[in-house]
Every structure is written in C-alpha cells, then in structure tokens.
Nanobody, 127 residues
C-alpha cells in the first residue's frame, strides 16, 4: 500500500531553520514528481517546491517566495525527500504537505495533479 509519512517541522523564531522529511512506502520516490505544498489557516493549498522524477530530468522548481531559502534534497537509499527551510519568516507559517504524482511540467504546481499525500506537518514562525 502506497503511503507518505512526514516528520520534522515545529516552531522556530524568524530567521531560523527547520526541515521536513517525506518517506515513501510502497512506492519509489524517484519514479515520481515529489512536491511540497503548504496551507495556512483559511487558505488554499499552495505550491512550494517540486523535484521531478528521474525519467523527467529530475529538475527542481520553487515558488518565488521561497527561492534561495528552501532546498529540496533526497536520500534515495531511504526513499525519503527533505525540504530544508532556512531564513524562515512568519509568512511561512503553515501546514506543509508532501505529495507524489506524475504531472506534466506545466501542471506540476496544481495540487489536483498529485495522487498520494503525506499527513501534513505544522511549521510555525511567530511574528
């Protein structure tokens, strides 16, 4: 059975760093595009970053507001992907979700294109 299990996150002061991990079970992450989304209170789920599958070139993409601060990495041996978040700001506060799918490049920022989702992890940066 396919499953994504998240860990990490938490509370950190502005300017600090956090990491969130997403471990795959029953599926191989390198076979898919693995994306990160976040959802603040009362907001829609929004694209944060993505790492495309090996067969699609393995390119990374980031939303403009996190470029230079957030980085995706992957431990293939552990079938786990990480979202490293540096220089965190209060506006980064949200529940962060990893998701797996096979979207075309132009649709990779659309949450409807992803089939499997992690359970979500809270990231809080007090103002």
């Amino acid at each position: 059975q396919e499953e994504l299990v998240q860990s990490g996150g938490g509370l950190v002061q502005a300017g600090g760093s956090l990491s969130v991990s997403c471990a795959g079970s029953g599926l191989t992450l390198t076979d898919y595009t693995v994306a990160w989304f976040r959802q603040g209170p009362g907001e829609e789920r929004k694209f944060v970053a993505a790492l495309r599958s090996r067969s699609s070139g393995g390119r990374q993409a980031y939303t403009d507001s996190v470029k230079g601060r957030f980085t995706i990495s992957r431990d293939n041996a552990k079938n786990t992907q990480f979202l490293q978040m540096n220089s965190l700001k209060p506006e980064d506060t949200a529940v962060y979700y990893c998701a797996v799918g096979r979207p075309i490049l132009s649709a990779q920022r659309d949450p409807k294109m992803y089939r499997y989702w992690g359970q979500g992890t809270q990231v809080t940066v007090p103002s």
